[in-house]
Every structure is written in C-alpha cells, then in structure tokens.
C-alpha cells in the first residue's frame, strides 16, 4: 500500500489531461487538453449553426430570385462555401474558436503554443473532413484522439494543432483568517522563525483550505504536523491542532 | 524582505498584468505603443516571478494563478496573424504554380488519371460491354439520353436553368476536388483511389459517347471546360498524393513533423485547383451548354490551355519538393 502510494506523482497536475510546452522565454505554459467528448458538444453546436445557415442562404437565394430555379445556382454555392469553409474562416478570424467552440470555452492553438495560423486553420478543416461522417462515421477521428497523447484528429495530425479548454483562474479567496482571534496564541509563538519554504507552502496550503472542512476533521488533518511544531516551539499541548497552524502561518505570512 | 512582502509585489504586479491582457486581449481594442511595451515587460517580470515561486515553493495559489496568466499573455503576445488577401494572392501566383511545375506527386497524379481515362475510353470505344461493366447500364442509358439531342434542341425543349447548373457543378466538382485530397492522408491511397475511379469513369463515359452516333452533341457540351475540370481533379490529387508521401518518407523527421510539412506544401496547390473547379463551373454552366457555335468552344479550350500554361510557367525556381532536401 504504501509503495504505491510513494509511486503516486507528486504534482496534483500529473494525473490530469494537461500538455507542457516549454516556450523560447524558457516559460513552462500549461493547456488542459479538451478530449472528444467535450469537443463533440461543441461539434453538435456548430453543425446546428451550419444546418441554420445552409437553410438561411437557401432562403435567402430563392427570396431574391422570387422562387425560380435559378435560385438553387447562388443557394449551391454559399452551401458550398459555408461546409467547407465555415471551420477554417472561423478558427483564423477568431483565433482558433468556431462559434461551438467558444460557447464549449475550447481553443485550437498551434502545437507549439502558439495561435494557429489560417494555413493551419484550413488544413486542420479540409483535412479533418476525414474525420467526420465521411467514409468511416466518426470512428477514425475517434480512434485518432484517443491514440494520441493530445486528443489529436487527423486533420489536427496534418496542420500541427491541438484544442484546449480554456478556463480563468479566479481571483485569490480572501483568507478565512481573523489575526485579532490569533493574537493572545501569537504572544507563545517565537518572533523569528527559520521556516523553510516547504514548511512555509504547506502551512499556506492549509490556511487557504481550511474553510472547506469541518473542525473535527481539520483536527485530523492538521494534528500530525502540529505535533512536531508544538515541541519544535515550545508551544502548550492546550492549542488546538489548527490553532498551531494558523499562529504559525500568520507569523511567517504577516 | 520576508515571503508575505514577496508574494504582496508578485500580486500588485500579476493584477497589472492581468487587466493589461484584458483590455489587450478584446480584438478590437486599439493598441497604444506604451500599453504593448508594457505588457512585454510585465511579462517578463511574470515569468521571473513565475520561476520564483516555483523555485522556492510558494503558496500553490500564487503559482497556479502565475501560470494561468502567463499563459494568456503570452498569447496576447503571439497572437495569431489572421488571413490576409496579399499572402493569399502571394502563394497563388507565386508559391503554387513554381510547387506544381516540380512536383513528382503532381507528375504521378497526371500520368495515373489520364492513363486510366484513355485507357478506359479506348477499351469502352473498342468493346461494347466494357463502359456498362465500368459505369452500369442505367447510368449509361441516362446519359445516352442527355446527349441524344443537339445542344440547340435541348435549350429550347428542357428549361435548363444555367445559374442553377453553375451552382451544382461547382459544389459537386470542387467536393470531389476537395475530398481528393484530405484523403491523401491515408498514406495517398484515398487520392489514388480517386483519381483511378474518376478516370475510368469518365474514360469509359467519353468512350462509349465518342463512338455512339451521339458524339458531337457530346463534344459540343464537354470541350470548352474540360481543360481546367480536367486539370483540377489531377492537381486536387496530386496535392493529396503530396500529403500522403509525407506520411510514407519521413526522411530524418518523426512521421507527425513529416506530415505536417508536407500537408502545409501541398496546400497551395489545393488552392489552385479550388480557383480550376470554380472557374470550370462557371464555363460549364454558362458556355458549355450554350447554343454557341463549337469553333468558339474550342477556341475557349485552346484558350484556357495556353492559359494554364503561362500559369505553370510563373512563379520562382527555387529548389526541389524532395523532402531530404530541406
């Protein structure tokens, strides 16, 4: 059990659906890769928006030609420029989104980090059409993303693409943490502590969470740490657990 | 400086940054010289507060909020060109038909769709049952009927409508054109495939009409757009076939790097073939069926040949398409 554990990869990040490029600034940028199913949501939504505008452009052709044959002429032609370009019009006009995507909050971006490029847009597009219905129903683009490390169809393979889920960070929690409460504990705590940094994160890791659990499991949680600290300190053993951690934290933070 | 005042500066400047790359990141926001120089710099600055952080174990907030904004104003930064008419008219005329006059694919897709259309159409010429093995009898026998009658007798009987046509051909063709070529992917055998069944088609088609009694009301429809339809399917596939090679001879690169290179070479000579369909189209629904005289339809075919030509002819010399020459 325990070997197993150890093996376990450190960051929270490893086991999660997330790519690393390393960019020329010798930047470490970090996407979440979107996998199929996310994205056929978004499909499904574009396809409807094509349905709307094929129906639209029909329309619209036969009005102006009031109802004769002649307008199928105009009507074939936007069907044609709408199913083969819409994708590629969009994702290099709006930065690598079609309307789909961006209501799904996904992104096509180059492989290397970058925004894509309308080469690559129209590549990922013409090329990608194998993916679709035709020949093989889905199954090929399918069997594609699930074989790849990044969720890669064949058109993205071809264009050098990936999509991403594109989120925003919130802006930090205000801290759950009243000092005027701590401020009898921090008179016991030693003025200058020599707390190393991984001490100093673990205690920030617990102060920023600590909101989330109740007391008695915050006693848990917190009690194999703050034993060594209570002897490390000399702090009394009639502080709490979490009292320990918080008068630490505010002493190193504040 | 203790780490609370460290991470009080990483914060006062990650908030700077981050309604910099708001306003920056609204697309049509005008851009002030001093807002760009100023992100670039906070940028850099975020990346070394970045590398802080991870360095000495800060509070894993501040890191995985460095890092979500890092990575947007980094694609502020290098956001993406857009599509531009000049680099379009550029690979066009330029890029597209210097790739054409050297390229082997191209070469290979001539001799295997012509090949096969001139094989196909003397064997359907020469043996009765060959064209209806090849294309079936019922769609022989509708295209019998098509072409019984004179062009001059069908415009005034059927009301065929020329915009309508237009419309089709171009959507059916430049499809056809277009799936030609994505699959190419399929390591050029989808192109193959492709340029094989068309030829032999309408090797077989031109064969069996060529050597009917309805012969001049079919050259009469076909002669004006054949050159640029017939040299688009050929181009489409040869494009395809240039995607697939990438697939096939990686040369030095892993066989993803290889595909990528070669699909982005091989699409100006899709581009090509889209403009060949498209103009096709048009002469095939407004010329081709019209009531014209033929001398005037052969000369548009002699015409759009010579056209071609000067096409190939244009664009600059540089080095061959072999992909171990980089």
Redo the contacts between chains.
């Keep these: 059990m325990s070997s197993k554990l150890a093996r376990l990869p450190e960051s929270p990040r490893g086991i999660d659906t997330a790519v690393q490029l390393v ?1 020329p ?7 979440l890769l979107a996998g199929p199913f996310r994205r056929f949501v978004a499909y499904v939504l574009d396809q409807c928006l094509l349905l709307f505008l094929v129906v639209a452009v029909f329309w619209i052709s036969f009005a102006v ?1 009031q109802g ?10 936007g ?2 420029l709408i199913t ?1 370009g819409y994708g590629a ?1 969009c994702e ?5 989104r079609t309307l789909g995507k961006w209501a799904c909050g996904l992104r096509v ?1 180059s ?1 290397q ?7 690559q847009a ?2 990922r597009n ?5 993916d679709g219905p ?2 093989f129903w889905f199954l090929l683009g399918l069997a594609s993303m699930i074989s790849t490390r990044r969720f890669q169809r ?1 058109g993205d ?4 693409t990936f999509v991403v889920g594109e989120f ?2 919130t ?2 929690r205000p801290l759950s943490l009243n000092k005027a409460e701590f401020a009898s504990i921090l008179e016991l705590v030693p003025r200058r502590i020599a707390a190393g ?2 001490l ?2 673990v205690l ?2 617990y102060v ?1 969470r600590r909101s989330r659990f109740s007391r008695t499991y915050l006693e848990e949680i917190a009690e194999p740490l703050a034993r060594p600290l209570r002897k490390r300190y000399g702090l009394p053993s009639s502080l709490t657990a979490d009292q320990v951690l918080c008068s630490l934290y505010l002493r ?3 | 400086m203790n780490i609370a005042e460290q991470i009080g500066l990483i914060e006062t400047r990650r908030r700077e940054l981050e309604s910099l790359v708001d306003r920056l990141s609204r697309a049509r926001h005008p851009r002030t010289a001093k807002e760009v120089l100023r992100l670039s710099e906070l940028h850099r600055r975020a990346c070394a507060d970045l590398m802080l952080a991870e360095a000495y174990d800060f509070p894993a907030e501040t890191v995985e909020n460095l890092h979500a904004l890092v990575g947007r104003s980094h694609y502020v930064l290098h956001r993406g060109q857009g599509f531009r008419w000049r680099e379009l008219a550029r690979i066009l005329f330029v890029t597209a038909p210097g790739q054409l006059r050297r390229d082997p694919a191209q070469r290979v897709a001539a001799v295997v769709f012509f090949g096969s259309l001139l094989i196909s159409a003397g064997l359907a010429a020469t043996q009765p049952d060959f064209a209806s093995s090849i294309a079936g009898d019922a769609f022989l026998e509708q295209i019998d009927s098509m072409y019984s009658q004179p062009i001059e007798a069908n415009a005034h009987r059927n009301r065929r409508d020329d915009a309508a046509m237009t419309g089709f051909y171009l959507q059916h063709n430049t499809t056809i054109g277009l799936q030609c070529f994505a699959w190419g992917v399929f390591f050029g055998l989808g192109s193959l495939y492709q340029l094989l069944t068309n030829g032999l088609i309408l090797g077989a088609i031109f064969g069996h009409l060529a050597s009917g009694p309805n012969a001049w009301n079919f050259f009469g429809f076909i002669t004006a757009h054949s050159v640029f339809e017939l040299s688009a399917i050929v181009i489409a596939g040869g494009a395809g076939l240039r995607l697939g090679w990438g697939l096939i001879d990686s040369g030095q690169q892993s066989r993803a790097a290889s595909l990528r290179r070669e699909a982005r070479r091989a699409l100006p000579g899709l581009a090509a073939a889209v403009v060949l369909f498209v103009v096709a189209a048009f002469i095939e629904g407004y010329l081709s069926a019209s009531i014209l005289p033929f001398g005037l339809k052969v000369a548009v075919a002699l015409v759009s040949a010579g056209m071609l030509v000067a096409y190939l002819s244009l664009g600059d010399s540089a080095p061959s398409l072999r992909p171990h020459t980089q």
Aim: aromatic share 12%.
């Design positions: 960019a600034e010798r930047l470490k940028l970090e996407f030609s004769e044959i002649s307008g199928f002429g105009p009507g074939l032609i069907y044609f083969w019009f290099s006009a709006f930065n690598g971006i492989h980090g970058n925004a894509i490029t309308a080469t129209i590549l013409v090329v990608g059409t194998v035709l020949p064949i393979l071809a264009a050098g925003r960070r802006s930090p940094s991984r100093s994160r920030s890791d920023h190193i933070f504040s």
